[in-house]
């Protein structure tokens, strides 16, 4: 008799942006004759940069000549993109990371929920924010890492929790972890972490022999230069971070699908004798085994936005989604709400006092605007909702119209 992984029997219902393509699925189906205007998921809006369509193009018309022909390629990722990667993403900021410690895949959201396949799944406690992007949680929950789901929380994790009274931005916990979760700028919140709130973090991984899972997914929306964009920014991370990254929301990648994990040779976990291994070592045999590389056009893609040319594009879509950011922090203040992200990220995270999901609600069915509940997120982000900055102008500043009609009825 076949038999399921009966992990999954523990995982909620449906996906949180499930739930949500329901409802507005629902609502446009009832109402065909009232357009929608979605600033839920994190999805981009614009074209993808010249630089970037230039190189698809050529690396397209590669492959139609046998002389320049490509098949497989390294799993690990071509070598030209590997070391630009190495050098404007690490070296630039005096990051100790070299290009065979980077691993090229098809996206950080795939890479976040396969790298926890290398590590133990019994013994292993867990620490996780609250709210945080679901894959985090759910993907532990397949593992097998975690119990029940009790009032809304798995039994074996230590929930780390953000809040308005701590800035959104979670205190190292006071009981031992040994796989650390953290994304700054933060999904959902778009809050970021101090140099020196990354540097306890580090600290504490060292103190536990732990290992931190670093999501820097939307480090480019960066603009105060205080701000680290990497966890590698902190001297000896590279002995306990593994840090994910992706061309999705830096360069419009979401449906051409590019991103990066860099695993230091300098990491090192653990057997039940204690005897230690290298991440880097067992991360590579995953890999390897599992994957068979991003195309070779889209691979050049990537690379583009590494010239001066390709920054300077990219520079100019990430100004312009802060720009949409920008006005609807202005909107959301100006309606009596207080919120964070915005101005470091493209999330603006409010904070309506209100249940989420009413509030969602509220605004699909009074306003015609999607944004995303804060209780998907987790039980700290009841009360909130998330507002994407992905869209045009002309949408955003719409949407900002009819939602302040909306909440002064």
């Known amino acids: 008799m076949i038999r399921i992984n009966e992990n999954y029997l523990k995982l909620k219902a449906s996906y949180l942006f499930s739930d949500i393509a329901k409802r507005v699925t629902a609502y446009t189906t009832a109402h065909p004759d009232k357009p929608i205007i979605r600033l839920g998921i994190g999805d981009v809006t614009e074209a993808l940069p010249q630089v970037c369509i230039d190189a698809l193009k050529s690396g397209a018309d590669e492959l139609a000549n046998r002389a320049t022909f490509k098949g497989y390629g390294p799993e690990q990722g071509y070598a030209f993109l590997r070391e630009a990667i190495a050098t404007h993403d690490y070296a630039a900021r005096g990051c100790p990371i070299s290009a065979d410690e980077i691993f090229v895949s098809d996206g950080s959201k795939c890479d976040c929920g396969n790298i926890q396949e290398i590590f133990a799944t019994e013994g292993l406690q867990l620490a996780i924010p609250d709210p945080v992007y679901p894959v985090y949680v759910d993907t532990n929950v397949m593992a097998g890492r975690t119990g029940a789901n009790l009032d809304g929380r798995y039994e074996g994790i230590t929930y780390l929790e953000c809040t308005p009274a701590n800035g959104y931005v979670p205190a190292i916990p006071g009981t031992s972890s040994d796989l650390i979760y953290l994304c700054f700028p933060n999904n959902p919140t778009g809050a970021v972490a101090t140099r ?70 300098a990491l090192q976990a653990f ?11 067992l991360w590579n045999r995953r890999h390897t085994t599992k994957f068979n590389g991003v195309s070779y056009p889209v691979q050049k893609a990537a690379a583009a936005i590494f010239t001066e040319t390709g920054k300077a594009q990219v520079k100019a879509m990430t100004d312009f989604y802060l720009g949409n950011a920008a006005l609807i922090r202005d909107a959301i203040t100006k309606l009596g709400f207080s919120c964070v992200g915005g ?21 699909l069915n009074e306003a015609q ?28 500043e719409t949407a900002l119209a009819r939602i302040a009609a909306a909440l002064r009825k």
Do not use: M
């Open 196 to 265: 020196e709130q990354l540097t306890a973090w580090v600290a504490y991984a060292k103190a536990h022999k732990a290992i931190i899972l670093f999501d820097s997914a939307y480090e480019a929306y960066i603009r105060n230069p205080a701000i680290p964009h990497s966890i590698y920014e902190i001297p000896g991370a590279a002995e306990v971070a593994i840090e994910f990254r992706s061309f999705s929301k830096t360069a419009g990648f979401t449906g051409t699908r590019c991103a990066y994990t860099v695993v230091p040779k």
């Open 369 to 396: 605007v999607v944004c995303t509940p804060g209780a998907g997120f987790g039980k700290c982000g009841e009360g909130h909702v998330r507002i994407s900055a992905f869209n045009s102008r002309a949408n955003v």
């Open 343 to 363: 101005d470091n990220a493209p999330y603006i995270w409010i904070n309506t006092g209100t249940d989420s999901w009413q509030f969602f609600d509220k605004l």
């Open 271 to 281: 057997d039940k004798a204690g005897n230690a291994h290298s991440v880097h070592a």
